[in-house]
């Protein structure tokens, strides 16, 4: 099963499996890796929670944006799999939509099912919001809510909540108007709407209208959650993929989604050694085994121009439909490959490619922590080197790397202190990594989970001799020289040798070139910081 600690810290959905792949648990978390270690971690569980813990065997995980995504995509996968643990556990309702029907006037109404031909907006995980965007819509633009057009106006037309098309108040041409107004703002134009609501509420409250004020701020609290994306459940009427490819280094990773009628299914997630092409060459080899939708969203194209688009999309089509000339033949429509730019396609693009960064962060990291036996992920890396140009010169910094990425907020620079008129780099080690982690223990701050020197088994010597002078001599800590790319570890005459272009080894490089980078930087600054004081010493002389 998955090592719960490499879990990412956003939102999702988990799914619980047994020993032979069966999903029998789904759940959604505000916090992947809190809410999943909450099952193995607490004493306070009920019984039939203590059971399924009991069964499992391995566990997957889909991250999107919010909770309420989390939510809409918890609800779907359950109805999918209806997974034995959640028969009893959860409730099985549909979240409700808003829709705007295709009648000749077209109303707007709360409803359940997909069915009746319409626009739909939702779901609404939250009753209260979608009943006060609904009453919301209905005061700005005034749609009917009546079932059958009366023969005489009702109490809506009176107090000024629908134009009344029933008995001719407004025209059909007026009317459309009324409603491509509601649709745009349901889709989630709100900026105008909400301009107006803040400007009438801060209006209300320097009259002290206090309940008017309210009002009108439970309306832009309705609008907000309209305003959330909820891109795990969107309606269509056919089938998706969506395929998004993340670059680390030499290594892709590709993740695919798979959407059936607007649910998603799932994930799937490969890697390759980068070549050119990869997305396409990905797309033929995989879509030669598999359905084919009709409709790929990719994160980046996989094809140089239109003509080369359109060759690809008759490939597919032919292998979807059996045949090339798909129109012709009758068989449905083309396979469309497309790159989004904007709106709910670009969001499950961007959802897509959020998981594969994670993955290849976390794959390499998980490397790191098998190839140098740590105890943990290293998801907290300190670096450290030493720069000097001369006695006068000796500077030392340290970078810090969060999940496989620089964090410049915590780099530190150190001016020597305790060397002073010789060129020691071993000497030097020493005390900025006893000044850095003496600190840490003083301000009882979190450890990192790994600690890179910059140099050979010396340097590696004077580290561990620092830390168990702080008090922290049990941090993982190795050093990387640089002439041959060795690591060298704690109790450990020979160096270890991996493949220079390794993912792992690219990222370990990838952390040294960054200190060394930021200590010369700051050697440099201090020299050019003398120079100029020394001219301008020379210059006041003259002047004198």
């Given amino acids: 099963m998955k090592d719960i600690k490499t879990l990412p810290t956003t939102p999702g959905v988990y799914l619980y499996k047994n020993t ?10 505000k916090n992947l890796r809190s809410r999943v270690s909450s099952y193995f971690h607490s004493s306070g569980l009920s019984p039939k929670t203590r059971f399924l813990v009991s069964h499992i065997a391995d566990l997957d995980f889909i991250m999107v944006d919010t909770e309420v995504e989390a939510l809409l995509l918890e609800n779907k996968l359950i109805k999918q799999h209806n997974p034995k643990y959640n028969i009893s556990l959860k409730d099985s309702k549909t979240y409700a939509y808003i829709l705007v029907t295709s009648d000749v006037f077209p109303r707007i109404l709360a409803e359940r099912s997909t069915q009746r031909k319409g626009t739909y907006f939702g779901p609404y995980t939250d009753g209260m919001s979608r009943f006060e965007i609904m009453q919301l819509t209905v005061k700005l633009f005034k749609l009917r809510i009546c079932r059958t057009l009366p023969k005489r106006a009702c109490l809506n037309y009176h107090i000024g909540l629908c134009s009344a ?81 993340f670059v680390q280094d030499n290594l892709a990773i590709i993740n695919l989604f798979s959407i059936k009628k607007g649910v998603i299914q799932g ?96 794959k390499i990291l998980e490397e790191i922590q098998s190839a140098l036996r740590l105890p943990t992920v290293p998801r907290v890396i300190e670096c450290f080197d030493i720069s000097n140009l001369g006695y006068d010169y000796i500077v030392a910094g340290m970078t810090q790397w969060v999940d496989g990425k620089a964090n410049p907020a915590a780099y530190r620079r150190f001016q020597i202190k305790s060397v002073v008129g010789k060129n020691d780099d071993f000497a030097s080690m020493k005390e900025v990594v006893l000044r850095r982690y003496s ?106």
């Fill in 20 to 29: 032979i792949g069966e999903i029998i648990y789904v759940g959604k978390a």
């Fill in 165 to 245: 098309p029933c008995i001719g108040a407004v025209t059909d041409v007026q009317y459309g108007e009324q409603v491509r107004g509601a649709l745009e703002f349901l889709s989630g134009n709100t900026a105008p709407v909400v301009r107006l609501l803040e400007r009438e509420m801060a209006e209300a409250s320097s009259k002290r209208q206090y309940e008017v004020a309210l009002e009108k701020k439970k309306q832009l609290e309705s609008i907000y959650i309209l305003s959330q994306r909820q891109k795990v459940d969107l309606i269509k009427k056919f089938d998706q993929d969506v395929v998004a490819c």
């Fill in 267 to 362: 994930k799937k997630e490969f890697r390759f050694e980068f070549e050119d092409d990869i997305v396409r060459s990905f797309l033929c080899r995989y879509y030669a085994g598999h359905a084919v939708p009709e409709e790929i969203l990719l994160n980046v194209a996989c094809y140089e121009d239109e003509g080369e688009r359109v060759a690809l999309e008759d490939y597919f089509s032919s292998l979807k439909w059996g045949t090339s000339d798909v129109i012709d033949a009758g068989r449905g429509a083309r396979v469309h490959l497309v790159v989004p730019l904007r709106g709910e396609k670009f969001a499950l693009v961007q959802m897509a490619l959020k998981n594969a960064q994670f993955g290849s962060s976390e």
């Fill in 439 to 544: 600190r840490l223990v003083s301000e009882g701050k979190k450890m990192p989970d790994l600690i890179i020197i910059d140099g050979g088994p010396v340097q590696l010597r004077m580290a561990r001799e620092a830390l168990a002078t702080a008090g922290v001599g049990g941090v993982p800590v190795v050093s990387l020289a640089k002439r041959d790319e060795e690591i060298y570890v704690p109790y450990q005459d020979a160096p270890l040798k991996f493949e220079k272009n390794s993912s792992m080894m690219l990222l370990i490089r990838r952390i040294r070139d960054s200190v060394h980078d930021y200590v010369l930087a700051y050697n440099r600054k201090k020299r050019e910081m003398r120079v100029r004081d020394e001219f301008d010493e020379v210059d006041s002389e003259k002047k004198s």
